[in-house]
């Protein structure tokens, strides 16, 4: 399946410090134009460190190094991505992260 747009997702980006360590989050709108065959992924490249990744509330899994996850079926007009960096992390920070719509037939 191609990328046929992809979208990065760059700041801005809230970071706050939680008792589960610290926490990255970035809200994005829908993107338009999606039909009925193509899906919305999350593409993470380049993450140095370990992370938990959710998207609107649901874990997607864990991110070091690159991932990708798909999240079509948890989209909404607005959506919140997080990523939670363990507690002890000296300097969390973040890979590239995109989003990527997909369509297996082009």
Known sequence: MEAIHT?????????RESPEGCIHRR???????????????IVIQSQKYPARLSCNGAVLGNVHRQACFEI???????????????????????????????????
């Open 7 to 15: 979208i990065r997702l760059m700041d801005p980006w809230e970071e």
């Open 27 to 41: 809200t994005f709108n829908a993107p338009t134009g999606i039909t009925a065959d193509d899906t919305l992924w």
């Open 72 to 106: 079509t079926a948890l989209l909404s007009n607005k959506n919140k991505l997080e990523m939670l960096f363990p507690p002890g992390d000296p300097s969390p920070q973040r890979g590239s992260v995109y989003l990527e719509i997909r369509c297996p037939y082009k």
